[in-house]
């Protein structure tokens, strides 16, 4: 069966061309020749394709370590995320305890705090914790938020408690009503909340700019930098490096796109 047809379809169709040019811009630089991306007037489409930026990209920089370091910073952030987000968010939206308002309020709150008020702090903590210059410096931030548990505590609001008082009956415990009935239910939920987690600890550069120095625990965000010199880029180079970083993300959010729209119509949070 066919999807229904939307007027709004003819605006969102060529929108949606508009957003994806830019990608289409630095896929088509990476394969430019220097000569042509320097040329004025310059060219959408290049003359001639070229793989030598991606040649020199794996040849000289340690690209497969960057690539290694910001998957396992974003692995670790998404289990603890789908953990501790999920759980925190459960307590809120179901569980009666004193001061469930105030602490949720306060802990929302924390989300308009700016990110760079903390970093000062969070720099002299990791200090003492002996975390500056390790791979945890990166990935200890973000195991877990404020935004997940809010994300995670409207998808479970939405639910119906017929199901969970069901399971009290059969027997289950608080627990077991959360991960044999509940969790299963909130998988759309979990997997928007793995896409947000990835954008957040793939992208982060200002937090691991200050607290990692040693090239070999560099994420590829921080071996991007490595490519804008003072005097002279390589902009093939740097535009093969940004494909490379960039198709994770589009790949996540591919594998996820159902589950993500999905939870921004049941939990409140669509536009």
């Not at 989300?111 to 914790?129: A, C, D, E, S």
């Not at 479970?156 to 077991?176: H, N, Q, Y």
């Not at 991960?179 to 793995?194: C, D, E, K, N, S």
Request: overall charge positive.
């Amino acid at each position: 069966m066919s999807r229904k047809f939307s007027r709004w379809h003819l605006l969102l169709m060529p929108l949606s061309l508009v957003f994806l040019l830019p990608l289409l811009q630095m896929l088509l630089a990476s394969l430019t020749s220097n000569a042509d991306i320097n040329r004025f007037p310059p060219r959408f489409f290049p003359s001639a394709l070229h793989i030598s930026g991606y040649v020199r990209l794996f040849r000289d920089a340690p690209v497969g370590r960057w690539m290694l370091n910001s998957a396992i910073v974003s692995s670790i952030a998404i289990v603890s995320h789908l953990i501790l987000c999920s759980l925190g968010g459960y307590a809120y939206a179901r569980l009666s305890f004193r001061g469930r308002t105030v602490g949720f309020v306060t802990l929302v709150a924390t989300i308009m705090i700016p990110t760079q008020m903390l970093m000062i702090p969070t720099y002299f903590m990791f200090t003492h914790l002996g975390l500056i210059d390790t791979l945890g410096a990166a990935f200890v931030p973000f195991l877990t938020s404020a935004f997940g548990v809010f994300l995670m505590r409207q998808f479970f609001l939405s639910l119906p408690k017929d199901l969970e008082e069901a399971g009290r009956i059969d027997g289950l415990t608080t627990f077991g009503v959360f991960f044999r009935i509940v969790l299963p239910l909130a998988r759309p939920a979990l997997a928007t909340l793995a896409v947000f987690t990835l954008l957040n600890s793939w992208n982060d550069l200002l937090w691991p700019l200050i607290a990692i120095n040693d090239p070999s625990k560099f994420t590829i965000q921080l071996g991007l930098i490595n490519f804008q010199g003072a005097h002279h880029i390589d902009w093939q180079e740097l535009m093969a490096c940004n494909v490379v970083a960039t198709a994770p993300l589009i790949l996540g959010f591919l594998i996820a796109q159902r589950q993500f729209v999905q939870t921004m119509s049941m939990s409140g949070l669509k536009g």
